[in-house]
């Protein structure tokens, strides 16, 4: 053991040695002569001097002499020796975390162009599959210690440097499940809050009065404040707009806004201006301008308006959201559309914001045109997302269907095409009417007609029987549930006193009769939902119980249908329903007591009669506009009790105090977005709702 750790320094203080020598002369041939003289294993030898290449920088790190470019060059000299196959092909990402750790930011910002330059070595083979989590992570700890509003710059280069070097298709930089920064929470203060301007207004007295000569055309005041900022919200999480309360906040605060705007216009002072003579310093600074996060100062409000680019930030969030809730994404529920009147509300103050584009000075027509170029390219980038971001490639040359390019043919052809024996010739491919055209124009062609491209001829014919597959599904031809009078059939028979049959050879004794007869009472029968306090003790009469209320129920349907489809059962249904009832069955008792309780309660739906084994039920009336207007009036000191009865949620109701300044305007609202989206939004409902929460001169004003 000693002899090996001895080796181990031997070979340490060697290489050393080898190493210091080959870097002040440039050149790494002799190193590799002393690596292939030094007996050793090639793991061992291969990290040996992996340790030596960490151990001479930081020696060069500790040296004031030296600077950025002697660390760059001693980063190329061990990328040589990783060509040369002396260093594992990681050690030079870990010589650069190694020096961006040890040197402050501003050493940092000159070294990290060294590493934007040598892009495409580290994606060479040898280098990438072995250094790309270690780049990812010395970019994430250069951003850990920069900050986003003093080191905007330095931020972006990195990012970009990201985007730049993994391949579009890595999963690790694609947002796939389009999710949002929820985080990024814009907080604004509250009506009476000092601000920032009071405090400068106090010291330049003589400022304050030249802008009191030129007040702003626009009154600012608290509640348009509030709703400008409120935006923010939104823009953070677009799918508050699926929700009614929100949306209708939102459309009311962007069109307060985009009213302001419109009614504030900006003029182009830099035409106007002459300006004396800059030089090139100044002129690059002056064009260098951005904003690393909003003031929401009160006071600052006017001079933002006032502001162009400021403005025009404002105006491109909402041309990005509206691109979002038009536009089609793979991971967006389904239960998340726009409606017809949102739809319509959108284009038209879509055609505003481009309008007041246009009008925002300095060159606000090119402005606008540019924004529309790249939100139209976007297009492009969200249908690539929806597809699950395959990789880009270069379309094969050869044509689909020939011999080079080896693909699968995939023509759209029909049944009296794909019948006929089409014999290839000798030594020949198949071949077909689209077997010339490239996929793309075979699946645009499919697509025109209505029809799906599946690339086997057997497979597209199947799959277009039918365009829509879940309507294929729920044809009638596929219901395989029977109904209950025929699944029952036999069981209310043997139910019958005067069948005389001995109940151990009863159908509802039989177990697996017994297991399918739940589930089809659960999927057609409303009585099986019926409330109880008192448990099923034996299933057998259990559904001795369920037969008698469904032998009930069939009069209704064989009075209807005796002239036309006169049957047995229909006699044995009336047997069964004229038979009365037994006072020993304490089962059955039970049930109607249940039944009896249940009529008291907020049922909203009664049993009429049953059609192809299907519960008909009566449709409730919804609540009238009148009937709205007149629970409001009563309920408007306890609105906000009500709407959490009904269900919102406490920033909803936020939302509506923010929207209307009277109860009476609240209460309506609540009222109308529930008889909208609830589906048991009746006045029967309303009613009992009303009584519980001690609201009775409201329950009484629906009559």
Request: with cysteine; hydrophobic share 35%; aromatic share 10%.
């Amino acid at each position: 053991m000693a002899n090996k750790l001895c080796s181990f320094e031997t070979m340490r203080s060697d290489f050393m040695a080898s190493v210091k020598q080959c870097f002040s002369l440039g050149n790494v041939e002799p190193l590799q002569i002393k690596y292939a003289s030094i007996n050793a294993n090639e793991a061992d030898k291969r990290s040996t001097l992996d340790q030596v290449m960490r151990d001479y920088l930081i020696q060069l790190l500790s040296d004031p002499k030296h600077d950025v470019s002697t660390w760059e060059g001693f980063v190329q000299f061990c990328i040589k020796a990783c060509r040369s196959e002396m260093c594992t092909a990681s050690i030079p990402f870990s010589l650069l975390g190694d020096i961006f750790d040890a040197l402050t930011l501003e050493h940092c910002e000159k070294l990290f162009a060294f590493v934007e330059n040598g892009v495409n070595i580290w994606r060479e083979e040898l280098f990438f599959s072995a250094c790309k989590n270690n780049l990812l992570r010395m970019c994430n700890d250069l951003l850990r210690r920069l900050s986003r509003s003093q080191n905007t710059v330095f931020c972006g280069r990195i990012l970009l440097f990201l985007a730049k070097f993994f391949p579009f298709s890595e999963r690790s930089g694609l947002n796939v499940v389009s999710e949002f920064n929820l985080d990024n929470i814009t907080e604004f203060g509250a009506e009476d809050e000092a601000d920032l301007k009071d405090i400068l207004s106090e010291k330049d007295d003589a400022m304050e009065d030249v802008d009191d000569k030129n007040e702003p055309k626009l009154k600012i005041d608290y509640n348009l404040y509030r709703k400008f900022w409120a935006l923010q919200d939104v823009f953070r999480n677009p799918n508050q707009c699926y929700n009614k309360v929100q949306w209708k906040a939102f459309s009311l605060h962007a069109s307060n806004v985009l009213s302001a705007f419109s009614s504030f216009k900006l003029e182009d002072l830099q035409g106007k201006r002459k300006r004396p003579q800059a030089n090139a310093r100044d002129i690059d600074a002056q064009s260098q301008q951005y904003f690393a996060k909003f003031l929401t100062n009160q006071k600052l409000l006017d001079l933002q308006l006032s502001d162009s680019n400021f403005r025009r930030y404002v105006l491109l969030q909402f041309l990005i959201l509206f691109q979002y809730l038009n536009s089609s994404v793979k991971f967006r529920p389904e239960i998340h559309e726009m409606k017809p009147e949102q739809s319509d509300w959108v284009k038209e103050t879509t055609d505003l914001i481009y309008r007041l584009l246009a009008e925002t000075p300095p060159d606000g027509t090119a402005f606008a045109q540019a924004v529309r170029h790249i939100l139209k390219r976007e297009e492009h980038w969200n249908s690539w997302k929806n597809e699950g971001c395959p990789v880009f490639q270069k379309p094969n040359q050869a044509p689909v269907g020939s011999e080079d390019s080896g693909g699968d043919e995939s023509p759209i052809v029909s049944d009296k095409e794909a019948a006929k024996d089409k014999r290839p010739k000798a030594g020949g491919p198949i071949r077909n009417k689209f077997s010339h055209k490239h996929l793309g124009d075979q699946i645009r062609e499919a697509s025109t007609m209505s029809r799906y491209l599946m690339g086997n001829v057997e497979l597209t014919r199947l799959w277009n029987l039918n365009p829509n597959n879940l309507d294929a599904c729920k044809s009638k031809e596929r219901d395989f549930l029977p109904s209950l009078e025929n699944y029952f059939e036999e069981a209310i028979m043997q139910s019958d006193p005067a069948s005389m049959i001995e109940n151990e050879y009863k159908r509802v004794n039989d177990g697996n009769f017994g297991w399918r007869a739940l589930r089809l009472l659960a999927r057609r029968s409303p009585h099986f939902f019926t409330h109880s306090n008192n448990p099923i003790n034996k299933l057998p009469e259990y559904l001795e119980t369920m037969i008698k209320k469904i032998a009930k129920d069939r009069p209704q349907v064989a009075s209807s249908e005796s002239a036309k489809q006169p049957s047995t059962a229909g006699a044995e249904t009336t047997a069964a329903n004229a038979e009365p009832e037994l006072e020993d069955d304490e089962v059955l008792k039970t049930v109607e007591k249940e039944d009896n309780r249940s009529e008291g309660s907020q049922c909203l739906l009664s049993v009429q009669d049953f059609e192809d084994g299907e519960v008909v039920r009566k449709e409730s009336e919804k609540i009238s506009n009148a009937q709205i207007a007149a629970v409001a009036e009563k309920v408007a000191g306890q609105w906000r009790k009500l709407a959490t009865k009904l269900g919102f949620q406490p920033h909803e109701i936020e939302n509506l105090e923010y929207l209307n300044q009277s109860d009476v305007a609240n209460a309506r609202d609540v009222l109308e977005i529930w008889a909208d989206d609830d589906e048991d939004a009746i006045s029967e409902n309303l009613a009992y709702i009303l009584e519980g929460l001690g609201m009775t001169e409201a329950a009484e004003a629906l009559s």
